[in-house]
Structure formats: C-alpha cells, structure tokens
C-alpha cells in the first residue's frame, strides 16, 4: 500500500499545478501588476487623445481650406463673368470719343442728321451704362492717380492745387474696375 500511497502523494487530485512556494505571489504584488497596466492602459489612452485631437484639427483645417478654395473660385468665376467684356468695352470706348467729337462739332449744324447723331449716341452710352461701364468724374475733383492719369501739369488761379483742370481723354470704369484712367491736366 506504500506504493499506492506514493502514486496518491504524486498525483494530483485536484488537478492544480504543483507551484514552489517562490511562485507564490502577494497581494501587494499583484497590485504592482495592476498599477504597471494601468499605467501603460493610461499613456496609450493619452495617446490615442492625443492623436485623435491632431486628426480632429487636421480636418478642421482641411474643412476650412476647402471653404477658403471654394469662396475664392466662386469669386473668380464672378469676376470672369463681370469683366468676361472688358477688352470689346475698352475697344468701343474709342467709338465713344469719337461720337463726342463729332457730336461737338456738329452742334453748328442743328439739322436732323445731327440730332439723329446725338440720340444714337445716347442711346450707345445708355447700353453701355447698363451693362456696368461708368464715367470717371474728373474735371474739378482733386488728382487721384487710381482714377485719373496726369498728361500735363499748369498753373491756374481757378483751380486749387492738385485739381483736375481739363480732361483730355474721358475715363471709364466696367463694374467698379477701372479699364481705363481719365487723361487729365493738373494744377500745379
């Protein structure tokens, strides 16, 4: 029966590993572990925010990007519908000079040709007008190089210092652009 006993002592019953005494760890050991995984949970969860929030401000610059590239081709696509007509404006605004010429000059002769002159003339200017190409008010206003190109400067004892004397040449704008600055004389 010794050797029954023996094979018993060796089997173990309850079907537990054999573990040495040394294995055998604390309660305090066992909260070091927790702690350690805690710690570990608690910098990837750090982490992970911190990531998150770099994602998250990434998209938000991208979503403000994408605004800024949208307002600014709708933008250029008015503009291009706006000034789409400059050149053909600019090219009619010789025509225009012209008609004025022959308008001043036709004034000595009241016959019907004159006045028929003068109301295509007006009704030019109209279709212009309507379409967005205004005057430049020149004449008695003070230089402003934006609007006005100086071609001569005079003295006069009418006109201030740095106002609009004569105008040589009529300028124009087409939707608050200036495609063309007034030719002007300046008092000194």
Known sequence: MSEKKKSDDN?????EPDIEDSE???PEDSEDVVQENSAEQDEKVAELTKEAEELNLKYLRLAADFQN???RSEK???DIYAYANEKIVVELLDVIDNFERALEHSQDNEGSFAEGMGMIFKQFKGVLEKN???EIAAFGETFD???HHAVFTEKSAEFDSGKVT???QKGYMLNNKVIRPAMVK???
Not at 11 to 15: I, K
Request: no cysteine; hydrophobic share 30%; net charge positive.
């Open 24 to 26: 055998i760890k604390s």
């Open 69 to 71: 590239y949208k307002r």
């Open 186 to 188: 300046v008092a000194e």
């Open 76 to 78: 250029e696509k008015g």
């Open 132 to 134: 967005g190409v205004e």
């Open 11 to 15: 089997l173990n019953l309850n079907n």
């Open 166 to 168: 004569q105008v040589v």
């Open 145 to 147: 190089p934006n609007y």
